[in-house]
């Protein structure tokens, strides 16, 4: 909004037009401030601003061109109206007027309305123009705050991250250690149960299935030992060393710690060829084959009857193929994200959605590949594809049973 005072500075070589114009300023309701050359009106720019100058073209010493690109340059970050005055109508001056920064033009003999139009009209200008500059100040204030708060946003949204995936790590860990603590809790639940019935001396038969609850339980701490001792190398994979898997022995290890969860659920078949060897570590392969026995014998359970989960493994050569598949009630309609971490259709029981993300998380690390389909037993089958060790031999095409794992006597034969 344009002040209702302001300080016009009057720049003319003649004392009669200083006087004529200072006059119509001050009807206006304006003060005016007059000079006789630019040279003292210069002087005057450098210790304070109008709000406007009204200067003569035709004056001794500085001309009006010059004196006006002086002032100018004093008023470099200001927004002054300069209004020149002359006599001559060239329009050759009213060009060089302009590019000497001038804003207008008056020309003589003054018109009275003219005069008063342009004075009213260059102060509009100078009030619309302070107000753009206190709101451009405003705005920048503003930007700046909402830069800070922008990093502050990105540094909880870093934080948040970090976080989340510290989350995500106790997650998996507690999912990843409760498959071999469960074998540990039932094993000895079932060694102290039978040692309260034991009335009598311990028979042979007794004495087998305890050392075999002992043996396994033994070997569920042995894995849980070394899962914590891998955990630190799996957060950083430039650590994982080049172990390679005999899978044949990998599958026989998950399948005992897993006999209680499968057993009074399913059959199991397996087809496994002894001679293959998986370039991925043995726990990390265990970790694999662990999570999707217990997956498959959860997914039997819910079908209400006894099932068949069957596990096969085979090479070509190049790569090793070990799929599980189960007579359970299938996969669920969409499984676009049933590797991403979180991913469950089994909360209510429990489900923490990490398994099938960690089996993916390892294959993939091993240069394989994890897939999932319909199997022909009615329910699921996960495909895993991990290459062959160097130097290891393919499947047997001269005699393929004698390669097969044999169930170990009350052990695996579920």
């Known amino acids: 909004m344009m002040q209702t005072s302001a300080d016009i500075w009057i720049v003319d070589d003649v004392q009669s037009n200083r006087a004529l114009f200072a006059e119509i300023v001050e009807t206006l309701g304006h003060s005016a401030k007059t000079f006789p050359d630019g040279e003292s009106a210069i002087e005057a720019a450098s210790k304070e601003t109008p709000d406007m100058i009204l200067l003569d073209v035709m004056m001794p010493g500085l001309n009006g061109f010059e004196s006006c690109r002086e002032l100018r340059k004093q008023f470099d970050q200001e927004m002054v109206p300069i209004v020149m005055i002359t006599a001559n109508p060239d329009r050759e001056m009213y060009s060089r007027g302009l590019e000497a920064g001038a804003d207008d033009y008056l020309f003589q003999p003054i ?24 709101t451009k100040e405003k705005l920048a204030t503003r930007v700046d705050l909402l830069r800070r708060e922008v990093a502050e946003a990105e540094q909880l949204l870093h934080l948040n991250d970090r976080l989340q995936s510290v989350g995500m790590m106790v997650a998996g860990i507690a999912h990843e250690l409760r498959n071999p603590l469960t074998a540990v809790r039932f094993n000895l639940e079932w060694v102290a149960d039978n040692l309260h019935k034991q009335e009598t001396g311990l028979g042979p038969t007794w004495r087998e299935q305890l050392s075999e609850a002992v043996d396994i339980s033994l070997e569920a701490t042995s894995n849980l030992d070394a899962l914590v001792a891998d955990l630190s190398t799996f957060a950083r994979p430039d650590r994982e060393d080049n172990q390679n898997s005999q899978v044949a022995a990998v599958v026989d290890s998950a399948l005992r710690v897993t006999k209680h969860t499968v057993i009074s659920h399913a059959r199991l078949e397996i087809d496994v060829d002894r001679q293959i060897v998986a370039a991925v570590r043995p726990r990390r392969l265990a970790q694999v084959i662990i999570n999707l026995i217990v997956n498959s014998a959860r997914a039997i359970a819910k079908t209400k009857k006894r099932g068949v989960l069957r596990i096969q493994a085979s090479s070509d050569g190049t790569w090793v193929q070990i799929s599980v598949t189960d007579s359970g009630i299938g996969l669920p309609p969409n499984t676009d994200n049933i590797f991403e971490p979180f991913y469950t259709t089994d909360e209510g029981s429990g489900g923490t959605g990490l398994g099938l993300g960690i089996c993916a998380q ?53």
Do not use: F, W
């Not at 005069?115 to 102060?123: E, F, H, Q």
């Not at 290459?387 to 290891?392: K, M, N």
């Open 111 to 134: 018109d009275l309305a003219a005069i008063r139009s342009r004075i009213s009209a260059m102060l509009r200008l100078r009030a619309a123009y302070q107000d753009l500059s206190t």
């Open 362 to 414: 390892i294959v993939r690390r091993a240069g394989g590949e994890i897939a999932c389909g319909e199997g022909n037993l009615g329910g699921a089958e996960i495909r895993l594809r991990i290459p062959q060790a160097h130097g290891a031999p393919s499947s047997s095409k001269t005699n393929p049973e004698a390669n097969k794992i044999v169930l170990a006597k009350g052990s695996l034969s579920a």
